[in-house]
């Protein structure tokens, strides 16, 4: 039996995104580039989901551009690279614990002579001050994520953006864990990165919001604007379109949910292990720290017992490493590598959610009777 | 009605590939990076999807790599990138009519100081001497598309091959229009790219084989190989691996059926229009030339009488200029302009190809009529 408690890693497709694909995989087949009826068709439906997929963003329809891509890494490459071109100032801000599709990226950067200021967390929040003191230097670029994969941190979008409103400074944010999951603004964001898969939508599709047209960072191609190659997934996109648009209409219920499931996980487990809690969160991410067990040993475990949870961001995994965000938090390093990361979604029950945290409890009660008969 | 004759633009998901991806879909969701039950489960799909696919290129399952990227324009695009990183000679030999993704990537190159040799051809055929004598110089890469994807020109792979065995040239192959359509073997290739959506998987999957590992084009990152970002899309890929094996285990009687069908178009319209036909050709695409109308005209009349073809390659679609591969066949410039493209699939009938010869027929009377009528 398989309990999925990983769906901040890869949500499984709704079963409306589903019977929508198949529906648009039979009839919407054409290339929308092809000027015929198959492709007019296409096109149509392309069309309707970029409108769908605004409104998600609470945008208009003619608002800005929304490119489509393979994944939210691929988004989060694209944009980069592409505001690199209109940076004005030559340093960027960023945070200790993006994820690796941008952390990566800025430290080639940083190779290529660009400054890099990345801002730690103080008490758990994010350093406005330190921030707002960084903004006399010479920055071009802002990068951050918008809801921490991690941990479920939010950023506070609205007061950064409105720091940044009368200042040329570029502004990036990857919102792969945000959209979905809380409500989202894109007003007065130049580019904003997001991806299907974690909303229910299939897989290999990602979208990137911008502002402005950029040049690009592919081949001077023609497909869309010509930034990126290749025939476009007009089923997958419109699937995505159909899950995200189903997760917008039910998010207070879905939120509802999240919390509820966190709180039976509190409540079962808090004399055990210690759960990540913060002013603003992602109800949909819910992580504890274990001091005696690293979070790889957690999840081996946990997936013994049926359950799969994470040890932090899939994209890391099979690479060992203490956690950013716990660094930033200010955790000693044997800490840094005990995160236990429980995410929700559509399928996740309170009675699934209920025997997760027995789990957590037989398992947390083995390491403490273990060291207990250590420590004798 | 609809009469879907632009296969080589795009394939619908042929109904195994779709049943299977709906099945995978809601059982095989996990990201196969994740270490548990659903990672590993994605990892052996992804595992035999790899080990399926090699097998329709003629490998065994430990010769080379094989990357999944979002399109055969990308495939391209990291192929050719990479492999310059690792080219001896400071010359590349090309075609006249290839692929806008190596086109007009080469373009760039030629640009940055890359001397770019593009071959044309002669009589119809390869111009072995040609390039044979280029051979002599300071070559470090040939790129050449195995099918032609207006025509169907199959290029002599085996010929180049064998002049390419002792040299130290890095030869890449834009395999798009051939998987599927005519036998495979990539042996002496360092990379070779096609695409799913083309054979009846879905679109948004490509995939690139190499013979070795490259430096990656992108951020330096964790997955595939450390090359290509993103959440593999292990539906995708499995469903593709199943079109591709279905498709292999029939390409015998895929090759007749269509060869039935361009004898049935040939019969009965060969009185109006020229037929491109070579020793060596794709029998899923067949191309006709009209001298008094250009390829746009003849989509779209035949979209209304219910048919899709195709005035090319749907990856310039709404792009107007002349044919290259006409143009290297030695027509004249307005006829460069009159390419018109029928091409065949998994659900291709006689009965819709005579149907749509009769179409044909039709247009190119009233063609032949309005001519006669204004030449009085």
Redesign the interface.
Known sequence: M?R?F?YA?????THAA?DH??AM??NV???P???????YMAEDYLTEARRLIKQALGLDMLRGKLLF??????S??IALTSLRKRMKGKEVITSWHEH??VA??L??WEREGIIVHRLKLKDGKFDLDAFTHLLDRDIGLVTLQHVNSDTGWVLPLHHIQCLLKYKKILFHVDGVQALGKIPISVEGIDAYSF?A?KVGG?????ALYMERLIPPP??????QYGIR????????ISAFAKALGERQEQLTRFQRNFMAFRAILKEKTSAHVHWLEFDEQSPAIFSFVSHQRDG?WW??E??DLGF????GS??????NGPNRMLEALGYETSACHGLVRISFGAYTTAEDTSALADAIVILARRVEHHEQTFSR
């Open positions: 398989n999925y990983d890693a890869t949500h499984p497709m589903l694909y198949v995989a039979k087949y054409g290339n580039s092809s000027l015929h009826t198959q492709g891509t393979g994944s939210g890494s691929e989060n490459y690796d599709s990566l990226l430290e080639e991806s898969h299939p897989k290999g599709v990602g592919y081949y001077p191609g023609h497909h190659p290749g025939t476009i997934d007009v089923p997958g790889q999840m081996t946990l997936d799969q949870v994470s040890a899939a994209c890391r995994a099979g690479q």
